[in-house]
């Protein structure tokens, strides 16, 4: 007999997620950890049909951490983001290498957004050889 109901959400795809953080994920849950910021974040949150990166629920704040796959898939993630939107969530997008190369100047972007609603766009457009990938 299993559980008396399903949540229908992708929690052990979550739960797999959370067990294979990618390196920018790992070093920005550290800075998220025990609530340095003043703001409780949670990592790979099941929303709707999506797992987000980070959420901060009582700001009402989600954190995505965009790698090279991301270049190519940009409506996929508007279309995300404007799904998320209506939910009721503020979406910021970081590029990874955003947080490996300043994760002061993120975690200022995500304090401002927290606390003033301010949206900050990805300042740094995407470079293939930042993600890693050779030309």
């Known amino acids: ?4 109901f399903k949540l229908g959400r992708p929690t052990s795809r979550a739960r797999d997620l959370r067990n294979q953080a990618t390196e920018a994920e790992g ?3 550290r800075r998220f950890e025990g609530s340095q910021l003043g703001l409780k974040f949670s990592r790979q949150i099941p929303i ?4 987000c990166d980070f ?11 965009d790698g090279s796959q991301h270049h190519d898939q940009a409506g996929y993630d508007a279309d995300r983001t ?5 939910l009721g969530y503020r979406v910021i997008r ?6 490996s190369g300043n994760v002061a100047s993120v ?4 304090l401002n957004v927290a606390h003033h609603g301010e949206r900050y766009p990805t300042l740094l457009a ?9 030309r």
């Not at 959420?55 to 951490?65: D, F």
């Open 1 to 4: 007999m299993g559980p008396p």
């Open 94 to 99: 970081f590029w990874n290498s955003e947080v």
């Open 48 to 51: 709707g049909p999506y797992i």
């Open 27 to 29: 070093a920005l849950w």
């Open 107 to 110: 975690l200022e972007a995500i």
């Open 126 to 134: 995407p470079s293939r050889m930042r993600e890693g990938e050779s």
């Open 82 to 86: 404007a799904k998320l939107d209506s």
């Open 55 to 65: 959420v901060c629920r009582s700001h009402h704040l989600i954190v995505e951490l």
